[in-house]
Protein backbone atom coordinates (compact mmCIF):
# COMPACT_ATOMS: atom_id res chain seq x y z
CA UNK A 1 0.00 0.00 0.00
CA UNK A 2 1.40 3.88 -0.64
CA UNK A 3 2.30 5.71 1.52
CA UNK A 4 -0.43 8.00 0.44
CA UNK A 5 -3.03 5.54 1.73
CA UNK A 6 -1.63 4.13 4.63
CA UNK A 7 -2.85 5.54 8.05
CA UNK A 8 -1.61 5.28 11.96
CA UNK A 9 -3.80 4.74 15.23
CA UNK A 10 -2.33 6.61 18.31
CA UNK A 11 -4.35 5.73 21.33
CA UNK A 12 -3.49 7.34 24.33
CA UNK A 13 -2.47 10.45 22.55
CA UNK A 14 -1.89 12.91 25.02
CA UNK A 15 1.27 12.31 26.36
CA UNK A 16 4.44 13.69 25.38
CA UNK A 17 6.06 10.84 23.95
CA UNK A 18 2.37 10.11 21.51
CA UNK A 19 2.45 13.62 20.63
CA UNK A 20 5.69 13.20 19.24
CA UNK A 21 5.47 10.41 17.77
CA UNK A 22 2.04 11.83 15.67
CA UNK A 23 4.62 14.66 14.56
CA UNK A 24 7.03 12.23 13.21
CA UNK A 25 5.09 9.91 11.59
CA UNK A 26 3.86 12.86 9.53
CA UNK A 27 7.23 14.74 8.93
CA UNK A 28 8.58 11.14 7.59
CA UNK A 29 5.32 10.67 5.37
CA UNK A 30 4.78 7.28 6.51
CA UNK A 31 1.28 7.84 6.44
CA UNK A 32 -1.35 10.02 5.00
CA UNK A 33 -3.70 10.13 8.06
CA UNK A 34 -3.31 9.76 12.16
CA UNK A 35 -6.36 9.17 14.15
CA UNK A 36 -5.27 9.97 17.80
CA UNK A 37 -7.57 9.25 20.86
CA UNK A 38 -7.29 10.74 24.21
CA UNK A 39 -9.16 11.62 27.33
CA UNK A 40 -7.59 15.20 27.04
CA UNK A 41 -9.63 17.44 23.97
CA UNK A 42 -8.26 17.93 21.25
CA UNK A 43 -4.85 20.36 20.82
CA UNK A 44 -5.08 23.98 19.91
CA UNK A 45 -2.79 23.52 16.64
CA UNK A 46 -3.62 20.18 15.22
CA UNK A 47 -2.45 19.08 11.70
CA UNK A 48 -4.47 18.59 8.96
CA UNK A 49 -3.81 15.20 8.61
CA UNK A 50 -4.87 13.97 12.27
CA UNK A 51 -7.99 13.22 13.35
CA UNK A 52 -8.42 13.72 17.45
CA UNK A 53 -11.56 11.68 19.23
CA UNK A 54 -12.17 12.58 22.85
CA UNK A 55 -12.42 9.12 24.69
CA UNK A 56 -12.53 8.96 28.30
CA UNK A 57 -11.50 4.81 27.86
CA UNK A 58 -15.18 3.01 28.52
CA UNK A 59 -16.63 0.22 26.23
CA UNK A 60 -19.67 2.25 24.58
CA UNK A 61 -17.02 4.81 23.65
CA UNK A 62 -14.52 2.16 22.36
CA UNK A 63 -17.06 0.62 20.42
CA UNK A 64 -18.42 3.93 19.21
CA UNK A 65 -15.19 4.60 17.60
CA UNK A 66 -14.40 1.49 15.96
CA UNK A 67 -17.36 1.79 14.07
CA UNK A 68 -16.87 5.14 13.03
CA UNK A 69 -13.42 3.75 11.74
CA UNK A 70 -14.33 0.45 9.90
CA UNK A 71 -14.71 1.90 6.24
CA UNK A 72 -10.78 2.36 6.92
CA UNK A 73 -10.23 -1.50 7.88
CA UNK A 74 -7.34 -2.58 5.96
CA UNK A 75 -5.68 0.47 5.40
CA UNK A 76 -3.61 0.65 9.45
CA UNK A 77 0.08 0.30 8.74
CA UNK A 78 1.02 1.22 12.14
CA UNK A 79 -1.06 1.07 15.57
CA UNK A 80 0.31 2.17 18.96
CA UNK A 81 -1.48 2.06 22.69
CA UNK A 82 0.02 4.24 25.00
CA UNK A 83 -2.57 4.11 27.94
CA UNK A 84 -0.46 3.43 30.85
CA UNK A 85 -0.03 4.76 34.94
CA UNK A 86 2.64 4.67 37.03
CA UNK A 87 2.12 7.55 39.65
CA UNK A 88 -0.42 10.59 40.32
CA UNK A 89 -1.22 12.81 43.35
CA UNK A 90 -2.98 9.53 45.21
CA UNK A 91 -0.59 7.38 43.52
CA UNK A 92 2.98 6.05 44.40
CA UNK A 93 4.90 2.94 43.75
CA UNK A 94 5.05 0.71 46.47
CA UNK A 95 8.49 0.31 47.92
CA UNK A 96 7.14 -2.71 50.13
CA UNK A 97 4.14 -5.70 50.40
CA UNK A 98 2.62 -3.64 52.96
CA UNK A 99 2.12 -0.51 50.99
CA UNK A 100 -0.54 -2.86 48.41
CA UNK A 101 -3.65 -1.56 48.54
CA UNK A 102 -6.62 -2.48 46.88
CA UNK A 103 -7.29 0.77 45.01
CA UNK A 104 -4.40 1.20 44.04
CA UNK A 105 -4.03 -2.36 42.38
CA UNK A 106 -7.24 -1.33 40.78
CA UNK A 107 -6.10 1.69 39.10
CA UNK A 108 -3.13 0.41 37.85
CA UNK A 109 -4.34 -3.07 36.78
CA UNK A 110 -7.26 -0.55 34.59
CA UNK A 111 -4.66 1.57 33.27
CA UNK A 112 -1.86 -0.84 32.08
CA UNK A 113 -3.78 -3.78 31.65
CA UNK A 114 -7.57 -3.52 31.07
CA UNK A 115 -7.93 -0.52 29.09
CA UNK A 116 -5.69 -2.19 26.40
CA UNK A 117 -6.99 -5.79 26.75
CA UNK A 118 -10.41 -4.09 25.90
CA UNK A 119 -8.66 -2.11 22.68
CA UNK A 120 -6.67 -5.19 21.74
CA UNK A 121 -9.94 -7.50 21.73
CA UNK A 122 -11.62 -5.08 19.68
CA UNK A 123 -8.81 -4.08 17.12
CA UNK A 124 -8.23 -6.91 15.17
CA UNK A 125 -11.19 -6.72 12.19
CA UNK A 126 -9.90 -3.13 11.18
CA UNK A 127 -5.88 -3.88 11.45
CA UNK A 128 -6.54 -7.48 9.70
CA UNK A 129 -5.40 -6.74 6.26
CA UNK A 130 -3.13 -7.89 3.13
CA UNK A 131 -0.66 -5.31 4.24
CA UNK A 132 2.10 -6.25 7.11
CA UNK A 133 0.89 -3.80 10.43
CA UNK A 134 2.67 -3.66 13.23
CA UNK A 135 1.13 -2.68 16.39
CA UNK A 136 2.70 -1.21 19.57
CA UNK A 137 1.87 -1.49 22.83
CA UNK A 138 4.18 0.96 25.71
CA UNK A 139 5.55 -1.80 28.27
CA UNK A 140 8.35 -1.90 31.16
CA UNK A 141 11.04 -3.87 31.70
CA UNK A 142 10.30 -3.91 34.77
CA UNK A 143 7.61 -5.81 33.69
CA UNK A 144 9.69 -8.87 32.82
CA UNK A 145 9.57 -11.61 35.67
CA UNK A 146 12.85 -13.02 34.89
CA UNK A 147 14.54 -9.50 34.71
CA UNK A 148 13.28 -8.23 38.39
CA UNK A 149 16.49 -8.30 40.57
CA UNK A 150 15.75 -5.22 42.36
CA UNK A 151 11.68 -5.65 44.01
CA UNK A 152 9.37 -3.00 45.18
CA UNK A 153 6.52 -1.45 42.72
CA UNK A 154 4.13 -4.24 42.96
CA UNK A 155 1.27 -2.70 41.27
CA UNK A 156 3.33 -1.26 38.04
CA UNK A 157 5.29 -4.47 38.10
CA UNK A 158 2.17 -6.64 37.91
CA UNK A 159 -0.25 -5.08 35.87
CA UNK A 160 3.15 -4.36 33.23
CA UNK A 161 3.70 -8.12 33.39
CA UNK A 162 -0.01 -9.16 32.61
CA UNK A 163 0.21 -6.35 29.67
CA UNK A 164 3.24 -8.35 28.50
CA UNK A 165 1.09 -12.00 29.16
CA UNK A 166 -1.39 -9.97 27.25
CA UNK A 167 0.18 -9.49 24.43
CA UNK A 168 2.18 -12.62 24.35
CA UNK A 169 -1.49 -14.80 24.21
CA UNK A 170 -3.00 -12.40 21.63
CA UNK A 171 -0.55 -12.38 19.39
CA UNK A 172 -0.89 -16.04 18.86
CA UNK A 173 -4.41 -15.68 18.00
CA UNK A 174 -3.73 -13.17 16.24
CA UNK A 175 -1.61 -14.91 14.02
CA UNK A 176 -4.28 -16.97 13.40
CA UNK A 177 -7.15 -14.72 12.81
CA UNK A 178 -4.84 -11.09 11.47
CA UNK A 179 -2.05 -12.91 10.04
CA UNK A 180 -0.22 -9.88 8.81
CA UNK A 181 -0.28 -8.20 12.24
CA UNK A 182 2.72 -8.33 14.56
CA UNK A 183 2.26 -7.47 17.71
CA UNK A 184 5.03 -5.50 20.23
CA UNK A 185 5.70 -4.79 23.46
CA UNK A 186 7.74 -2.11 23.79
CA UNK A 187 10.28 -0.51 26.31
CA UNK A 188 11.37 2.95 25.58
CA UNK A 189 13.54 3.54 28.28
CA UNK A 190 12.96 6.97 30.18
CA UNK A 191 11.59 9.90 28.19
CA UNK A 192 12.02 12.99 30.18
CA UNK A 193 8.23 13.64 31.30
CA UNK A 194 6.08 14.40 34.29
CA UNK A 195 5.33 10.48 34.37
CA UNK A 196 9.24 9.73 35.43
CA UNK A 197 10.37 13.29 36.66
CA UNK A 198 10.38 11.82 39.97
CA UNK A 199 12.57 9.10 39.13
CA UNK A 200 15.21 10.44 37.31
CA UNK A 201 17.77 11.41 39.93
CA UNK A 202 19.41 7.41 39.17
CA UNK A 203 18.87 7.76 35.44
CA UNK A 204 22.36 8.54 33.55
CA UNK A 205 21.96 11.68 31.52
CA UNK A 206 22.92 9.87 28.00
CA UNK A 207 19.53 7.82 28.90
CA UNK A 208 17.03 10.12 29.48
CA UNK A 209 15.67 11.17 26.34
CA UNK A 210 13.59 14.07 25.15
CA UNK A 211 9.86 12.83 23.72
CA UNK A 212 11.40 13.46 19.87
CA UNK A 213 14.37 11.30 21.03
CA UNK A 214 12.03 8.59 22.29
CA UNK A 215 9.80 8.70 19.38
CA UNK A 216 12.29 8.74 16.65
CA UNK A 217 13.72 4.98 18.98
CA UNK A 218 10.54 3.95 18.66
CA UNK A 219 9.63 4.37 15.14
CA UNK A 220 13.59 3.14 14.10
CA UNK A 221 12.61 -0.56 15.90
CA UNK A 222 9.03 -0.64 14.95
CA UNK A 223 10.62 -0.17 11.46
CA UNK A 224 13.06 -3.34 11.94
CA UNK A 225 9.34 -5.50 12.91
CA UNK A 226 9.21 -7.90 9.82
CA UNK A 227 5.77 -9.79 8.99
CA UNK A 228 7.96 -13.20 10.15
CA UNK A 229 7.64 -11.50 14.03
CA UNK A 230 4.36 -12.80 15.32
CA UNK A 231 5.14 -11.11 19.20
CA UNK A 232 8.39 -9.41 20.46
CA UNK A 233 9.15 -7.90 24.03
CA UNK A 234 12.29 -4.93 23.07
CA UNK A 235 13.51 -1.96 24.06
CA UNK A 236 14.49 1.03 22.29
CA UNK A 237 18.28 -0.47 21.53
CA UNK A 238 16.34 -3.28 19.53
CA UNK A 239 17.47 -5.58 22.09
CA UNK A 240 15.04 -8.49 22.86
CA UNK A 241 13.99 -8.53 26.73
CA UNK A 242 12.79 -11.94 28.56
CA UNK A 243 9.12 -12.09 29.11
Known amino acids: MAPAQNHALVIGAGSALAGALVQRLLEQQRVAQVLAVSRQPAPAALPPAVQWHQSDYDEPSMDGLIRQWRPLAGRFRYGFIFNGRLHDGELQPEKKLEDISVPQLQALFHSNTIIPALWLSRLRPLLKGGEHCVLTLLSARIGSISDNHLGGWYGYRMSKAALNMLVQTAGIEYQRRAANVSLLAYHPGTTDTPLSR ?28 TPEHQVLFRDWQGQDIPW
Open 198 to 225: PFQSRVPQHKLFSAEQSAEYLLQQVSRV
